[in-house]
């Protein structure tokens, strides 16, 4: 367990005795995360930052009663991809599909990458990685983001996009497939530029 993750155990253990103070520093401490994501699943800004604000509401009204399996990162990540999921259907703007089966229009670009791609643009393989990754579905954009942006497990990526875990190495080994042939690299040096697209 990261030290990150086990501070947000922490907090969560204070949250769940009625501890306000440690809900506002997870909130805090995690609302960058959620907004990146949930930005890049509708580009709504008003509505990720609604729904972030009702997912912690919500996250105090039921703290007795949430059990918490997996890190506490994944958690709010699958929980945040559930409500936009939820809003965009009540605004009829999602097919009628089940959970597992939609495929946002994944949004990797310089306003949300900046601090990586601002940095690194003039690098033929950075250049070559946005504009392949771009190319990619978006579902295969997603599973690659929370694998190599967010370090997450397998089961924790399985958990969040609603699927199997058979189906999510699948799905990421079809999308390293596919960005390799699209970027003209081995898959070793293509995972090695995706491990440095990690926010430090």
Request: net charge positive.
């Given at each position: 367990?990261?030290?990150?993750?086990?501070?947000?155990?922490?907090?969560?253990?204070?949250?769940?005795?009625?501890?306000?103070?440690?809900?506002?520093?997870?909130?805090?401490?995690?609302?960058?995360?959620?907004?990146?994501?949930?930005?890049?699943?509708?580009?709504?800004?008003?509505?990720?930052?609604?729904?972030?604000?009702?997912?912690?509401i919500?996250?105090?009204?039921?703290?007795?009663?949430?059990?918490?399996?997996?890190?506490?990162?994944?958690?709010?990540?699958?929980?945040?991809?559930?409500?936009i999921?939820?809003?965009?259907?009540?605004?009829?703007?999602?097919?009628?599909?089940?959970?597992?089966?939609?495929?946002?229009?994944?949004?990797?670009?310089?306003?949300?990458?900046?601090?990586?791609?601002?940095?690194?643009?003039?690098d033929?393989?950075?250049?070559?990685?946005?504009e392949?990754?771009?190319?990619?579905?978006g579902?295969?954009?997603?599973?690659?983001?929370?694998?190599?942006?967010?370090?997450?497990?397998?089961?924790?990526?399985?958990?969040?996009?609603?699927?199997?875990?058979?189906?999510?190495?699948?799905?990421?080994?079809?999308?390293?497939?596919?960005?390799?042939?699209?970027?003209?690299?081995?898959?070793?040096?293509?995972?090695a530029?995706?491990?440095?697209?990690?926010?430090?």
């Open positions: 367990m990261s030290g990150q993750e086990e501070k947000a155990k922490t907090l969560w253990e204070e949250i769940k005795k009625d501890n306000k103070l440690a809900l506002s520093t997870l909130y805090d401490e995690n609302f960058q995360i959620l907004y990146e994501y949930g930005y890049r699943i509708c580009h709504k800004k008003e509505l990720v930052e609604d729904t972030i604000q009702e997912l912690f919500r996250l105090w009204a039921k703290r007795h009663e949430i059990v918490m399996s997996g890190s506490v990162k994944s958690y709010l990540l699958v929980s945040l991809r559930n409500s999921f939820n809003e965009l259907k009540k605004e009829k703007k999602l097919p009628y599909v089940s959970f597992g089966e939609i495929e946002f229009d994944f949004k990797v670009d310089y306003t949300v990458d900046s601090e990586f791609f601002r940095d690194n643009i003039h033929e393989q950075v250049a070559l990685l946005l392949g990754f771009n190319k990619l579905t579902r295969q954009k997603e599973i690659l983001y929370l694998k190599f942006f967010q370090g997450l497990g397998q089961e924790e990526i399985a958990n969040i996009m609603g699927i199997t875990v058979k189906a999510s190495y699948k799905l990421s080994a079809r999308a390293l497939s596919t960005l390799k042939n699209l970027m003209g690299v081995s898959v070793p040096i293509l995972i530029i995706l491990e440095n697209w990690k926010r430090i």
